[in-house]
């Protein structure tokens, strides 16, 4: 019979302050995600005997998820398991360094980010930012792992390969970033054209079909009404795509668009801070891709800059 102990810790994002650990014992004795950093490690060391524990899993590749990871290979010997997308993920920037910052800065200028403005941000791009710890790590591709009432899910979208746990007898799921309570999980562009919010939705309803009577978020409270929190952020996304229409009658870049409407707690663009305008930037060109792949807009490549409108 599996079971599970929540174990939060501390990590150095302003606006979430904590992530959730979680400790699975059943007929393994497992780790899913591990914070951000060491703070995050010695938090989780109180909590569980370490020395026990045969291998961890990471929901997915950011930095407040996988950020304990290089603790628990170097100290412990434990292995790290991550879905081949985001293993492939993490080795193309580390391998890549120029190109993946290249295509990053085309990204974002021609998406309308003014130069000066894109020098900030970079500096809040936890990739970038993170991006030694990242070499560093001694990563494995998720395997099967055959444990009994278990089941690894790949749900893209809020990473190239996130991964859900669901744990059948107990009827939970470990959901990562993929769905969280009172947050709505930031989608981003991990690779130009392709359309991550599409995706993002689809592993939404995915999930949506299993049987789950408590939610395990990778941040904050756990989720009781799984399947009705799904629709809430399906909803959610609907709306910003609304409100964003509203916008969108004349041609009209990415960063335009970022800048005029609003983002959650009423707040716009410029009141945020450089890591929170990089990721409200992504977010936006993530649902213009979105929309022109439903055919609800089209672009135009008009001197150096993507412009979007809505399809007439
Ligand atoms: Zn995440």
């Not at 990778?218 to 799984?226: A, E, P, Q, S, Y």
């Not at 795509?241 to 959650?264: D, G, Q, R």
């Amino acid at each position: 019979m599996n079971s599970i102990e929540k174990i939060t810790v501390p990590i150095e994002i302003r606006a979430l302050k904590t992530a959730n650990i979680y400790h699975v014992s059943g007929n393994a004795n497992y780790i899913v995600d591990t914070g951000m950093s060491e703070n995050s490690y010695r938090e989780l060391k109180n909590g569980v005997e370490l020395d026990k524990i045969d291998f961890c899993i990471i929901t997915h590749l950011h930095i407040d998820h996988i950020g304990g990871a290089l603790y628990l290979t170097k100290n412990h010997r434990i292995p790290v398991y991550i879905s081949e997308n985001d293993y492939n993920a993490i080795k193309y920037i580390t391998d890549n360094k120029d190109e993946y910052f290249r295509d990053y800065r085309t990204l974002m200028i021609s998406n309308g980010v003014p130069e000066g403005l894109f020098n900030k941000i970079l500096e809040g791009n936890p990739i970038i930012k993170f991006i030694n710890y990242y070499s560093a790590l001694d990563l494995n591709i998720i395997r099967d792992f055959n444990l009994k009432d278990t089941e690894i899910i790949d749900v893209p979208g809020h990473s190239p390969g996130s991964v859900a746990i669901y744990l059948k007898d107990i009827q939970a799921m470990i959901t990562g970033d993929h769905v969280l309570k009172n947050i709505s999980p930031n989608i981003s562009v991990y690779s130009n054209g392709v359309d991550y919010l599409g995706m993002y939705i689809e592993s939404l309803k995915k999930i949506q079909k299993y049987v789950v009577k408590t939610g395990y978020p990778g941040h904050r409270d756990n989720i009781d009404d799984f399947s009705g929190r799904i629709d809430e952020i399906i909803q959610h996304h609907q709306r910003r795509i609304e409100a964003m229409k509203s916008h969108l009658s004349n041609w009209i870049t990415a960063f335009e668009l970022a800048s005029t409407i609003e983002w959650s707690k009423n707040r716009k663009l410029m009141d945020m801070n450089y890591m929170e305008q990089n990721f409200a930037v992504m977010e936006t060109i993530a649902h213009l891709k979105y929309m022109e792949n439903n055919g609800i807009i089209e672009n135009r490549y008009i001197n150096n800059v993507y412009m979007y409108k809505i399809t007439e």
